[in-house]
């Protein structure tokens, strides 16, 4: 039993500086996430050709909301579901937006569009094998 990752290959599981895993096409330098490997989706732009790349740990809050009921399969929930504070941040590098879990205990009243946030990773659910991880979201530094 260990940690391991709960969607392989979206992620590093780097305990001190987790950051998701993108790609970048090398024509447009469009960002992907998650990974794009087969055409790039500018409109403007023709390439085939992309670059994994490390994406930004941290960014800002772009709205946000709660899931106050149990997501459907194949989110794994626990046995009594608890609400949870999902975030939309803005990448500081990229300024793409990616979906996330707010650590637990941050509620939709604790924080605001604009807060500092950053990456970290978090058990998603335990099962046989062991812990899997996911990334969720932090308030960092002059949040709410």
Request: aromatic share 14%.
């Given at each position: 039993?260990?940690k391991?990752?709960?969607?392989?290959?979206?992620?590093s599981?780097?305990?001190?500086?987790?950051?998701?895993?993108?790609t970048?096409?090398?024509?447009?330098k469009?960002?992907?996430f998650p990974?794009q490997?087969?055409?790039c989706r500018n409109?403007d732009c023709?390439?085939?050709n992309?670059?994994?790349?490390?994406?930004s740990r941290t960014g800002k809050i772009?709205?946000?909301t709660?899931?106050?009921?149990?997501p459907p399969e194949?989110?794994?929930?626990p046995e009594n579901?608890e609400?949870?504070?999902?975030?939309?941040?803005e990448?500081?590098?990229?300024?793409?937006?990616?979906?996330g879990?707010?650590?637990m205990?941050i509620?939709?009243s604790?924080?605001?569009?604009g807060?500092d946030?950053?990456?970290v990773?978090?058990?998603?659910?335990?099962?046989?094998?062991?812990?899997k991880?996911i990334?969720?979201w932090q308030?960092i530094?002059g949040?709410?």
């Open positions: 039993m260990g391991k990752a709960a969607i392989e290959g979206w992620y599981l780097d305990a001190d500086k987790p950051h998701l895993i993108g970048q096409c090398q024509s447009c469009t960002y992907y990974k490997s087969t055409f409109p023709q390439s085939e992309f670059e994994e790349v490390p994406l772009w709205s946000y709660n899931a106050s009921y149990q194949p989110f794994v929930a579901f609400p949870f504070t999902i975030a939309a941040v990448l500081d590098r990229e300024k793409m937006i990616v979906l879990q707010m650590i205990g509620e939709p604790d924080i605001k569009v807060d946030v950053e990456l990773m978090d058990t998603l659910y335990t099962d046989e094998d062991g812990e991880l990334w969720k308030p530094g949040s709410s």
